[in-house]
Structure formats: structure tokens, C-alpha cells
């Protein structure tokens, strides 16, 4: 069989994901599933980079994992000295005042314009 240690790491972390979270108290299971399919995706998008290698899917993977650590990171931050919420608000927006969504919309708007730019070799 081919890729052991890969199929075995993929199914550890897949496992963790899909089932860590009913080993937390109860109250804090979203979090936990929050930030178990978070890094889930990190886990994903890291493997993705390294089978294509090349720079556009390196650059998207990058960003989108940096939107998932955020998730999970704020929600980390979150359960150790929780801020005031709004009813709709983002957790991550609502910590900073900023409207991060907006934030990485824009940066991902404009990876997609470098991508479509860019040449083809």
C-alpha cells in the first residue's frame, strides 16, 4: 500500500476532528468543534500546498488557512477571557472593532485578480 504514513495521519487528525469534541464539558462544545474543524482544514490545505507546490495553490491554501486559524484562535482567546458580544456580531470581529470578514474578502479578491493575471509559463 502506498502513502501509509499519510492515509494514517490523515485518519488520526480526521478522527480528532469528527470526534474530540464529545471528550469536552458541555459547554464548551461549539468551541471545541469550532476549533477541531478549523484545524481540520489547516491539516487539509497544508497537504494540498505540498502535493501541488505550486505558488497560486500555495498563496490560496496559505490564506484560507490563515482564516481557520483565526476562527480557531478566537475562539481559543474566547474561552479563556471572554468580550462583550452583539447579537450577529463575528467573534474575531467583534474582539478587534473591525469588520475582519470584509478585511479578508478584500485580500482574497485580490489573489484572485493575481491569479487570473497571472501568465502562463
Not at 480526521?14 to 464539558?25: H, I, K, L, N
Not at 478585511?103 to 485578480?113: R, T
Request: aromatic letters at 10%.
Amino acid at each position: 500500500m502506498k502513502h501509509k504514513a499519510t492515509a494514517l495521519a490523515l485518519l488520526l487528525a480526521g478522527c480528532a476532528a469528527s470526534y474530540g469534541w464529545q471528550f469536552v464539558p458541555a459547554q464548551y462544545v461549539g468551541a471545541a468543534w469550532y476549533i477541531s474543524q478549523s484545524l481540520w482544514q489547516v491539516a487539509l490545505l497544508a497537504l494540498l500546498a505540498v502535493v501541488y507546490r505550486s505558488l497560486s495553490v500555495v498563496l490560496v491554501c496559505a490564506l484560507l488557512a490563515v482564516f481557520s486559524l483565526m476562527v480557531a484562535g478566537c475562539e481559543a482567546a474566547f474561552l479563556v477571557k471572554p468580550w462583550p458580544m452583539n447579537p450577529g456580531d463575528e467573534l474575531c470581529s467583534a474582539r478587534l472593532n473591525y469588520p475582519l470578514g470584509l478585511l479578508g474578502a478584500v485580500i482574497a479578491l485580490g489573489l484572485v485578480m493575481s491569479i487570473v493575471r497571472e501568465k502562463r509559463k
